[in-house]
């Protein structure tokens, strides 16, 4: 699904190419600051190369998740490839090699050679490395994905309200939070509204860490990429007009750093759930909703009936430029203390943040000891964390394998992943509430309601 700007073909730029991988995640079916959320363990893998390129940090695994797909957009920006060239001593042989393995996953994008309870999103990510550490040999492939790390490492748009779990912003910025499928617009510390949204798939999750919105774009076109898995009633390099019941963007795209945009056209059934490839997704009525909140956040405002005008010429594609950049913090937290209660999401990005020690972290900082509570109530809230535990399809989620990049990491599963095919759904339940008395009055503001529908 189109999740960034127009794409021609795979030798545009690297701004098109990152548009190119989107666009397979946020239409319909056609047949920074890299700063770690307080939910994940920040233990850094150390890379003892000391030459140019990053060490493979816990932080930048979550951030930036290097899949096949993912390599094969990066590898067509020809600036980066001569960098790697060059940093990395690849020859020619190498470098083909590289982009043959990058390419031939994309060419399989799609194929259903898997069940959903045979792929995860650390499969994905496990495949790459090991298919990158048989042509390069593990240090120049571990040296090649943290290059990548840094290369997509999304803008920085400030500095997180602090480092608090669950923290409330005391300025004006967007936050969105994956697995609480939940979007927030706040002004000067103040919820002002909240959206329920669709997410990346687990195979290409939303980033974690600072973007910046500054265009609204009105009535979007969208340009299929020339790519193996655009099929259907569209062409590669042939222009969807804006407004067509083929284009996946809805009326309003807003990006917010590539490859990520915050988009309509989704079905309300697909809020709550998989949506895109790395986008936020909302109805029509919704981000039309979001369009007016932002542009009176920039101090530019529109009305909710001038923003239905543009959408009155489903034709005419407008770029209305912000005043200024509002932040967007993109947030991975599966703990949180909200509105006086303890909510529990599911782990759906597989990064190993329900543990015991999180809890505790999480109910320390709002003053609360887990091993002060009555048996009968911490005996509850251990179950449900053990339940929410598990992966998109219910698979248990190792805590000892945070590291999504590691080799070891859910390695039975990942030799039965053969295709980069989605996950598109959630198996069983998404999240887990508990009342404790103490947390009264305390934590992260609950949803403004009348934000959420599609009406």
């Known amino acids: ?14 701004t098109l190419i990152f548009g190119a991988l989107a666009l397979t995640s946020c239409q319909p079916e056609l047949n920074n600051n890299n700063i770690a959320p307080p939910n994940v363990a920040t233990t850094n893998t150390t890379n003892t190369n000391t030459n140019s390129a990053p060490a493979v940090t816990e932080k930048a695994a979550f951030n930036v998740p290097v899949t096949l797909p993912l390599l094969d957009a ?19 042989e190498e470098l083909q090699k590289v982009r043959d393995a990058a390419r031939n996953a994309v060419i399989t994008l799609g194929q259903v050679t898997t069940s959903d309870d045979e792929r995860s999103t650390r499969d994905s990510i496990a495949k790459a490395r090991s298919t990158i550490r048989g042509v390069l ?13 840094q290369h997509w490492g999304g803008t920085d748009a400030g500095e997180l309200p602090n480092s608090k779990p669950s923290a409330v912003p005391t300025d004006t910025r967007i ?25 990346g798939y687990p195979e290409f999750p939303l980033p974690v860490g600072l973007r910046k919105a500054d265009t609204i774009i009105f009535n979007p076109t969208w340009t299929p990429p020339d790519e193996p898995w655009v099929k259907g ?9 804006a407004g067509s019941k ?17 988009h309509g056209g989704k079905p309300i059934d697909r809020l709550g759930t998989f949506a895109s490839h790395g986008c936020v997704g909302l109805t029509d009525a919704q981000v039309q909703d979001f369009a007016m909140e932002i542009a009176n956040l920039s101090e530019k405002p529109l009305t909710l009936d001038q923003i239905k005008d543009y959408a009155k010429e489903k034709t005419k594609t407008v770029d209305y430029d912000l005043a200024g950049p509002i932040p967007v913090e993109l947030r991975y937290e599966t703990i949180v203390v ?12 597989e990064r190993g943040t329900n543990t015991e020690e999180n809890l505790a972290s999480v109910l320390g900082a709002f003053g609360v000891d887990l091993n002060s509570l009555p048996q009968v109530e911490r005996e509850k809230i251990l179950a449900g964390l053990d339940a929410m535990a598990v992966d998109a399809v219910g698979k248990p989620v190792e ?18 992943n053969t295709s980069e095919k989605v996950t598109r759904n959630i198996k069983g339940k998404k999240e887990m509430v508990f009342q404790i008395t103490a947390l009264t009055g305390k934590g992260y503001p609950a949803p403004m309601e009348k934000k959420t529908s599609s009406k």
Do not use: H
């Open 74 to 92: 990066v590898l067509t920006d020809e600036s980066f490839v001569s960098k790697i060239k060059t940093d990395l001593q690849l020859s020619d």
């Open 137 to 149: 040999g593990n240090q120049k492939a571990d040296r090649l994905i943290a290059m990548v790390q």
């Open 338 to 349: 909200e509105d006086g209660k303890l909510k529990i999401y599911r782990d759906v990005y």
């Open 175 to 199: 936050v969105v939070n994956a697995p609480a499928y939940r979007m927030d617009v706040f002004a000067n510390g103040e919820l002002k509204a909240s959206y329920k949204i669709g997410i």
């Open 399 to 416: 805590a000892s394998a945070t590291n999504s990049n590691s080799t070891n990491s859910n390695s039975n599963n990942s030799k039965k």
């Open 1 to 14: 699904m189109n999740c960034s700007p127009v794409i021609v073909n795979r030798l545009a730029t690297i």
């Open 246 to 262: 083929l284009n996946p963007l809805g009326p309003i795209k807003i990006p917010i750093g590539l490859p990520s945009l915050i």
């Open 233 to 241: 009633k569209v062409a590669p390099g042939k222009k969807v007009a």
